[in-house]
């Protein structure tokens, strides 16, 4: 037997994985599949607007919506070629888990059980949100400290369930949840009268006074937040390339926002530009999509289709639409949020 050398042999190992690291990522059995059949699936809320809804020719909007059609323009060109599946909250983990879709994107909370338990990976957030209630105008509560003993409509199969009582408990409010397996059922139980308030993440509380309140201004969401709800995309574990595709195309949304590039001129900024950053996000210098198994473009076929995070944000849940939501939290890392993307580079 022939000995080599501690060193020698270390130095060797270090080279084959220095190799290895540079060489373009392998296409894994998502990308594959999602290339094959032509389209991605991505299973989403049919019924929260703002973050996922359907109209009645079945056509999805919402900030929710938006990564997914931002991933399907990255990987097919088209953020159109994208197969719905509509999911309750009980249904979407299994239907992740099943391979029955690709991605799952509709206002799910990234939490330890979930990560470490489920056989999913959460690709990031893509908002930050927490848990609140609603009451009625009329009612004069202005504080959650004032629904001691309160009857509270809250849905099934979520974390909002679990903090609700946690909440409670930690208060000394005995509140008594009213459970329901689906949104709609719990929306219907709350306008109907059925319980003096109604629990939900509070961009949701907004979304459903928009939506089904005969008059918004009715209905008050109390000031507190009782939780923290981040809020973002989740994909099957052992994938890691599809994983890297879905967190790099949500970062270079930030990245886009961060330097200035728009649905509007990212097109004469592809062109003109020479800010390396730029350059770099829309393939116009480093070819980083090979380390992705995609081509040098992709981040540009995101922008393109959807624009940057802040303007999804804005189009979607923003102060000028239904919602009128401020960006807050949800803001860049540099003008007093928590959205940070690591470099594309």
Request: net charge positive; aromatic share 8%; with cysteine.
């Amino acid at each position: 037997m022939i000995k080599i050398p501690f060193k020698t042999a270390l130095a060797s190992l270090m080279a084959v994985g220095a190799l290895a690291a540079a060489l373009p990522a392998h296409a894994g059995k998502t990308l594959d599949a999602i290339k094959a059949k032509g389209q991605l699936v991505c299973g989403t809320n049919p019924s929260l607007p703002g973050f996922a809804a359907a109209d009645s020719q079945g056509n999805y909007t919402g900030l929710d919506v938006d990564i997914c059609k931002a991933v399907a323009a990255t990987i097919l060109s088209d953020a159109n070629k994208i197969k719905w599946v509509p999911l309750n909250a009980q249904q979407r983990f299994t239907a992740l888990q099943s391979g029955e879709i690709d991605i799952l994107s509709r206002n799910t909370t990234w939490t330890l059980t979930r990560d470490a338990s489920l056989g999913l990976h959460f690709t990031g957030t893509t908002y930050y949100d927490g848990q609140g209630f609603m009451v009625t105008k009329k009612s004069k509560i202005t504080s959650a400290k004032q629904l001691k003993g309160a009857t509270v409509c809250v849905q099934s199969g979520t974390t909002t369930e679990k903090n609700l009582s946690d909440y409670s408990k930690a208060s000394g409010l005995n509140m008594k949840p009213v459970v329901f397996e689906t949104q709609e059922a719990t929306n219907k139980a709350y306008f109907s009268g059925r319980c003096q308030a109604y629990t939900t993440d509070a961009s949701g509380l907004a979304s459903v006074r928009n939506k089904e309140a005969g008059n918004p201004e009715d209905h008050v969401i109390l000031p507190e937040l009782i939780s923290k709800e981040p809020l973002g995309p989740s994909v099957r574990r052992g994938d890691d390339e599809f994983f890297a595709i879905v967190k790099w195309t949500v970062f270079a949304l930030l990245e886009a926002e961060e330097a200035g590039i728009t649905q509007a001129n990212v097109d004469k900024m592809k062109a003109e530009s020479k800010d390396p950053v730029v350059q770099r996000i829309l393939g116009t210098s480093e070819d980083t999509g090979k380390l992705l198994g995609l081509d040098k473009e992709w981040a540009y076929r995101a922008i393109k289709a959807v624009g940057n995070y802040g303007e999804i944000f804005e189009r979607n849940v923003g102060p000028k639409s239904a919602l009128k939501l401020p960006r807050g939290a949800n803001n860049l890392w540099n003008k007093g949020g928590f959205m940070y993307a690591p470099p594309v580079r």
